[in-house]
């Protein structure tokens, strides 16, 4: 078997289409390696020997030969020599899955580098400041990816060096927090002498926390590095990270070895990362950031602030861009930008080195973007004539719409300003403060709103950062990992924010105030648990919490939404119980109302009076009593949400709940409704005693307590036919839907049938008949196996996919949440059965019910009204199974209809899904 793919001197053994076997940075550096771009040459492992390596804690026995013979031919490429102090081939050793996973997995720079290359490649190059910041680069790396040394270690002894650099300036590091201190006295400020101090202290710290010393051997060296980055595949925030965005654990990390490029020779040397379009904002133009005299890692680690890649994203009066410090470097970038984008047809991540002038590229990618900048990138690359609207649809993650419906800062609300940073990731929030990613996730999981505040956020911190409102770090630009990380969730965040002194030990952090120009004027200390808002699109800080307004959805993305509804068809209908919700439903775009929930009406004070006097009543007549007085409200509930709606189809679910629901369990309450009703406490208390069960989810409720009661269902059904009446009277349209809830049989849906019908002739013989539809949720597995006998009495069928999954799998969705979790990480199960439909189980289900419905009733419709109707995924496999509608919250609509446009060209063109990376 192949494990090792070879690029260089405009040559590749792979190309872009085999992510599979390459990851996606390999077959970038393939892919432009044949297209004739300046590309350092190296070799690629393949992911196929990540998963040898993972199944059997070992390297294929073919590996072995084929990297020394892949080394081999990058030595005679590249003119040097693996280990020789006189020509020393130093490699840099990095990951690369076949979705981008931005800082999850490990890379090494500088490998190679030991006493006597170092000392060679300080002759090499006449530099040996840059060597000895190279190898210092190298032991820090090398330590913390490969021997489990953690980089604070070394930080500590580089900002000691640091300090004594600034007092040999006459800077008084004594008032400069340690932010200042690092922006006064850059790793470039470090001296010959100091970093010659530093790789001694490096080497130091490894011998005491390792008990060896520091390896020398440059293939010891590699093979370490080597299965560093395989291990780094099941690190915890690569874990974490699959599950965030679906990426099957069996697809393993490519590993690449390549030829180094350094940026860190001098000024005329640099390195970073750009965009060929904003990603915040999918403007189109060159985007970016780079540092002089530094390596990839201080770009993207966040460990220096960079630098803007334009001339005029630059403070005014300062000539710092790339663009006008290296011109003919800026031009070449901006060439090849152009170039990738019109090759792949997407927009481009990139990152670059500059040594001696020259532009080198170390990686391409599709660009990972908010959903603001997905939506803007699909329309105007339709309109500059680089892919149909087809592919445009294609192109955004239904998920990422949630971003354009973030709120921002309410412009009228009185703030009070702390700090300005970088705007990392827009949308605004607002929390209490914590400092650990651990703290974040437990306060969060307990219904707090949390602000995750870093010094500098690593892979680490991933499911803090998932878990809070929003990410506010001191160090970073915005490539950083908390901007990347953050753009990608959706969670506001503002990066580089130098007046914070983070200080995790007292778990407080010092806010230094300044003035317009720029000076120090006092200090505010905020504490653990103290309140701030962050606004991500302003890259501002305020103290407390500052009320938001909600975004507006207009431009580009009505656009982009034009087109998903020309392209599909599959329906989209929102669940909603009242007018507020049925108004904001239609906002969105839904196209009925597939889930009205009646028992959400009957909580308003004077209805739970009048549905308690029907639970407590001993007779027929006493029940028709008391349901008499909440028909008119429920009537005009009715009334309101036919308006809003329009002629649009409303599917309105009789009665679920069990009636205990709706009854007090705690004494004091207990007490004072038998007050109320003017009851004794011990008739209501044997009442409750008698509606207990201990498994209400499959008792007395849904279609069972019309069979018991059927004047329930009647006045309900009276309500709806009233109100469809009224409003027709008014010259709309209406189109109500009747729905069963939890039939199991035939000879149920008969019997509430003939309610429905009986009221239907009563309510007609008084004024203007009204058509309505009859149908049944699906809800239990018996239902769906036997829908061919439902279906002669049902005129549709809606699947409740969150009781179908319950009864399917046996799992209470109330109390699951409790070992789901470890069922999913541990790959039980692919996913959390409650957000995504289980195809293999619950899904086989759904398709059979689908199958035998129609073979008795061709025209029956057929929806879903559970939340797994706005789930991208599982509206794909909806869509698959021959629904004709899906149903979600209301804030959902947007994300079911794009999804289901999606999955509508997808079957088209015979492709999976969203293309984006």
Not at 826 to 835: A, S, T, Y
Request: charged letters at 25%.
């Amino acid at each position: 078997m192949k494990y090792v793919y070879s690029f260089g001197e405009g040559k590749a053994e792979g190309d872009s289409k085999r992510k599979d076997l390459l990851g996606g940075k390999g077959a970038g550096l393939a892919e432009m390696t044949s297209l004739g771009l300046p590309v350092p040459p190296g070799f690629t492992i393949s992911t196929e020997a990540c998963t040898v390596f993972s199944q059997t804690r070992k390297m294929p026995a073919e590996l072995g030969p084929a990297v020394d013979e892949a080394l081999a031919r990058l030595e005679k490429n590249v003119g040097m020599r693996f280990g020789d102090p006189s020509a020393p081939l130093l490699v840099s050793v990095r990951s690369g899955a076949r979705a981008s996973m931005p800082g999850m997995m490990d890379t090494i720079l500088n490998l190679g580098l030991n006493e006597k290359t170092c000392e060679g490649l300080a002759k090499r190059t006449n530099n040996p400041r840059f060597a000895l910041d190279a190898y210092r680069r190298f032991i820090a790396m090398y330590s913390d990816v490969a021997l489990g040394v953690k980089r604070d270690n070394f930080e500590h002894a580089l900002d000691e060096a640091r300090a004594r650099v600034a007092k040999a300036k006459g800077i008084d590091g004594t008032r400069l927090n340690g932010e200042e201190l690092r922006r006064k006295v850059t790793d470039a400020d470090i001296t010959e002498d100091e970093l010659r101090n530093v790789v001694v202290a490096f080497k130091k710290i490894v011998k005491e926390k390792t008990g060896k010393d520091f390896p020398e051997d440059p293939k010891e060296q590699l093979w370490g590095a080597i299965g560093a980055v395989f291990e780094s595949w099941n690190n915890h925030r690569a874990i974490v990270y699959r599950r965030m965005h679906d990426i099957p654990d069996s697809w393993g990390t490519a590993c690449n070895v390549q030829a180094m490029v350094f940026g860190n020779m001098g000024d005329t040397s640099a390195t970073g990362v750009a965009f060929t379009r904003d990603p915040s904002t999918g403007e189109r133009l060159l985007y970016g950031e780079w540092l002089p005299n530094a390596q990839g890692e201080d770009v993207v680690a966040g460990i220096r602030t960079p630098l803007p890649i334009l001339a005029a994203n630059v403070k005014p009066g300062h000539t710092d861009s790339l663009e006008q410090k290296m011109p003919e470097a800026f031009k070449t970038l901006v060439s090849i930008g152009q170039k990738l984008e019109k090759h792949f047809r997407d927009m481009q991540d990139l990152e670059f080195t500059i040594q001696d002038g020259k532009l080198y590229m170390l990686q391409c990618r599709n660009a990972k973007r908010t959903g603001k900048a997905a939506v803007r990138v699909a329309v105007e690359m339709v309109k500059e004539g680089l892919i149909d609207k087809e592919e445009a649809v294609l192109r955004v993650d239904p998920a990422s719409l949630d971003q354009l419906l973030h709120p921002t800062l309410d412009p009228t609300a009185p703030k009070t300003l702390l700090a300005k940073g970088l705007s990392a990731s827009p949308g605004a929030a607002q929390g209490k403060i914590v400092f650990s990613a651990d703290e974040a996730e437990k306060r969060a999981n307990a219904g707090e709103a949390v602000i995750l505040v870093r010094v500098e956020t690593s892979p680490e911190d991933i499911h803090g950062m998932k878990a809070a409102r929003g990410i506010l770090t001191a160090r970073g630009g915005m490539t950083s990992h908390a901007a990347v990380v953050a753009r990608g969730m959706g969670k506001p965040c503002v990066a580089g924010c130098s007046a914070l002194a983070v200080n995790y030990q007292e778990q407080t952090v010092i806010v230094t105030q300044y003035d317009e120009g720029g000076r120090p004027q006092g200090s505010v200390t905020l504490k653990r648990g103290d309140v701030i808002t962050i606004d991500g699109g302003a890259g501002h800080v305020y103290q407390g919490a500052v009320p938001t307004v909600n975004a507006s959805l207009t431009g580009e993305f009505s656009e982009l939404m034009a087109w998903a509804d020309e392209a599909r068809k599959m329906k989209v209908r929102a669940n909603a119980d009242t007018p507020l919700d049925a108004r904001t439903a239609r906002g969105f775009g839904a196209e009925g109302i597939g889930l009205c929930r009646t028992e959400h009406m009957f909580f308003d004070e004077e209805r739970i009076r009048a549905m308690r006097e029907m639970i407590l009543a001993d007779d027929v007549a006493a029940r028709e009593k008391a349901l008499a007085k909440i028909l008119p409200h429920q009537r005009q509930d009715f009334v309101e949400i036919f308006r809003e709606m329009k002629g649009f189809p409303v599917t309105i679910r009789l009665l679920d709940p069990p009636l205990h629901e709706f009854l007090p369990t705690e004494k004091a309450h207990i007490e004072e409704l038998a007050k109320l009703m003017n009851v004794s406490v011990a008739r209501l208390e044997q009442r409750i005693k008698d509606l207990h069960e201990f498994n209400p989810m499959l008792g007395h409720r849904g279609c069972r307590l019309a069979i018991t009661y059927p004047e329930i269902y009647a006045m309900q059904v009276r309500a709806i036919l009233e109100a469809a009446a009224a409003v027709t009277a008014e010259g709309n349209s209406v189109t109500p839907e009747i729905m069963i809830p939890l039939a199991m049989t035939r000879e149920e849906l008969v019997r509430m049938r003939q309610i429905v019908d009986k009221v239907s002739a009563e309510v007609s013989a008084k004024g203007t008949p009204v058509s309505f539809a009859f149908g049944t949720m699906i809800e239990l597995p018996r239902a769906a196996v036997r829908a061919n006998e439902l279906a002669e009495v049902a005129e549709f069928f809606s699947f409740g996919t969150n009781d179908l999954t319950q009864c399917t799998m046996g799992l209470s969705r109330d109390d699951a949440g409790k070992f789901l979790p470890a069922y999913v990480e541990g790959g039980i199960l692919p996913k959390d059965p409650f957000v995504s439909i289980d195809i293999d189980g619950v899904g086989s289900l759904v398709k059979v019910a689908v199958e035998r419905g129609r073979a008795t009733k061709s025209n029956i419709k057929l929806g879903v009204c559970g939340e797994h109707g706005g789930d991208p995924e599982s509206v794909k496999f909806f869509h698959g199974a021959g629904l004709d509608y899906v149903s979600c919250s209301p804030f959902r609509v947007t994300i079911a209809r794009l999804a289901a446009a999606q999955a509508e060209v997808a079957a088209k063109k015979g492709r999976a899904g969203s293309t984006t990376a």
